[in-house]
């Protein structure tokens, strides 16, 4: 009889599914609620958006207690930073703080998979999309999550972002105006849940623009 070996991890995937859409003059980061763990939901209603600054919100799919860690120390390293500079973190400035965070701990790495939306100094609808160790990218619209797979060719094919080896360089920000990016979003939702069984409950939809942010719920399929 062969002998059982028992495996341990530090890590686990919650699922979920996140979005960012960055537009002329906002930007809409969405996320569903669900937290699973194998074949059980956790929870129906738990937010993986997370307001960093005023005009900058994270969204994070992967391992909840690592982004729970994280969020914690980017709350943290901000109360330095406004102490230190009498002011807010600008939505790049917070993209290259998440990179510095997630490369500094990248051999024993936060097992989160993250996009950063807001608007930048000139108020342009900024989004920002990295990988678990840091590597990240300034684009017009990103997802992560166990539903990105699904997601991305559909939002490719809507939007069409422009090839960053384009010289000069072309802005990321989406042609779309506020209203079809959110109606875009809740479009991609209602389908990756019908196939991916780690989305789905309920949508949150975080509209950031001139006037500041707006959240708005939507149910999704709940089995």
């Known amino acids: ?84 500079h009498n002011k807010q973190m600008s939505c790049p400035a917070m993209g290259q703080l998440l990179s510095n965070t997630l490369y500094y701990k990248r051999f024993f790495p936060y097992y989160s998979f993250n996009v950063l939306g807001g608007l930048d100094s000139e108020g342009k609808g900024c989004v920002f999309t990295y990988d678990a160790v840091g590597s990240y990218e300034r684009v017009g619209y990103s997802s992560q999550g166990s539903g990105s797979t699904l997601i991305m060719p559909f939002l490719d094919n809507q939007l069409k972002s422009p090839s960053p080896l384009l010289l000069p360089a072309l802005d990321a920000v989406t042609p779309l105006s506020e209203s079809e990016a959110v109606d875009l979003v809740k479009t991609v939702f209602a389908s990756a849940t019908e196939r991916d069984i780690y989305t789905g409950d309920k949508l949150e939809i975080v509209v950031l623009n001139a006037e500041g942010i707006r959240r708005e719920y939507i149910e999704l399929r709940k089995d």
């Open 1 to 84: 009889m062969t002998k059982q070996q028992a495996n341990w991890s530090p890590y686990d995937n919650n699922g979920g599914s996140c979005v960012a859409i960055a537009g002329a003059d906002y930007c809409v980061v969405a996320a569903d609620t669900r937290m699973s763990t194998g074949y059980s939901i956790l929870t129906r209603d738990y937010s993986k958006i997370c307001k960093l600054a005023d005009k900058c919100v994270m969204a994070s799919s992967g391992f909840q207690a690592d982004v729970k860690a994280l969020q914690k120390l980017l709350a943290a390293r901000h109360l330095i930073y406004q102490q230190q």
